[in-house]
C-alpha cells in the first residue's frame, strides 16, 4: 500500500520532468507573462501542485489557457487531484 501512495506522489513529478527536459518552451511558456522569474514558478509547482502544474501547461498549450471551458476543466481536474494526494496522506497519518 505504501508502494502505492510513494508512486501516485512521484509519477507527476517525474512526467513534469521528463517533459521539462525534453520539450522546455512546453512548460516555461505559460508562466512567461508573471512577475516572477520563468523557472520559478514551475519548479514550485513540481514541488507542491505537479498535476496542476502539467494540466496549466497542457491547457495553455492545446485551450489557450484558462479563458476556455476545457482548460478551466483540466486546471480543476488536477486540482482536485493534487489536493487528493495530500489529504489522503495526512489522513493515514492520523490513523
Do not use: E
Not at 508573471?34 to 495553455?60: E, R, S
Request: proline residues 6%; contains cysteine.
Amino acid at each position: 500500500m505504501c508502494l502505492f501512495a510513494a508512486l501516485g506522489l512521484l509519477a507527476p513529478r517525474l512526467v513534469l520532468l521528463l517533459i521539462w527536459f525534453l520539450n522546455a518552451g512546453f512548460v516555461l511558456s505559460p508562466f512567461s507573462g508573471f512577475a516572477l522569474p520563468n523557472p520559478v514558478i514551475p519548479v514550485l509547482g513540481l514541488i507542491f501542485f505537479p498535476t496542476t502544474t502539467l494540466g496549466y501547461c497542457w491547457a495553455t498549450a492545446s485551450f489557450g489557457g484558462l479563458s476556455t471551458f476545457s482548460g478551466l476543466l483540466i486546471v480543476a481536474i488536477g486540482v482536485v487531484i493534487d489536493l487528493g494526494l495530500i489529504g489522503n496522506g495526512r489522513g493515514l497519518a492520523k490513523r
